[in-house]
């Protein structure tokens, strides 16, 4: 609805605020993953605000993830590569979330470079069932792998699920 009404930098930036209040409460080692949707990820406007938010925030970089949503396209690339740049300069690692569910899925991981992939829920569940799915998941992680992301696999939540997922190169699963 946020990207429908023009609204998407600043639905972006308020869970950022919320989770960079909540870094104090986090353990060791903990980071805190948000959700960044393309049309605020190509902003110059949403990079500049983004970056100096988490400059004056000790710990920011450290503690948070960002994760590039697929929900609305993303038409000027070379900005959104510019705030991936910024983010890896920083620490703060990257996501391409829900791979494969969108259209631009393989184009994003050619033109981003991204820490992670998160291989979409209904093809993890599918590649339990049945074999030709897991194919599919298989060529996910093998790209993902040979462009140096690791893979994490959404809606792990049967031990078949992680088996499964850890057969065909999973590193992470997400329940």
């Known amino acids: 609805l946020a990207e429908m009404v023009g609204l998407t930098e600043e639905l972006d930036l308020a869970v950022l605020e919320h989770a960079?209040?909540?870094?104090p409460r986090l353990g060791a080692g903990e980071r805190i993953a948000i959700n960044?949707?393309?049309?605020?990820?190509?902003?110059?406007?949403?990079r500049a605000e983004l970056l100096r938010r988490l400059d004056i925030v000790p710990d920011a970089c450290r503690r948070i993830m960002v994760e590039l949503t697929e929900t609305a396209e993303i038409e000027h690339e070379d900005g959104a590569v510019r705030t991936l740049a910024a983010l890896s300069e920083r620490g703060v690692p990257a996501c391409l979330d829900?791979?494969?569910a969108g259209a631009a899925a393989f184009r994003y991981l050619k033109?981003?470079?991204?820490?992670?992939?998160?291989?979409?829920?209904?093809f993890v569940e599918a590649a339990v069932k049945n074999p030709r799915d897991?194919?599919?998941?298989?060529?996910?992680?093998?790209?993902?792998?040979a462009v140096g992301a690791k893979v994490i696999a959404e809606r792990i939540e049967t031990e078949e699920h992680a088996a499964t997922m850890l057969g065909l190169g999973v590193e992470f699963g997400q329940g």
């Open 98 to 100: 829900d791979f494969g």
């Open 20 to 23: 960079l209040r909540a870094i």
């Open 36 to 46: 960044i949707s393309g049309l605020s990820m190509q902003s110059e406007t949403f």
């Open 134 to 145: 897991r194919s599919f998941v298989s060529s996910m992680v093998d790209l993902s792998l």
């Open 111 to 122: 033109a981003f470079k991204v820490d992670y992939v998160k291989v979409d829920g209904a």
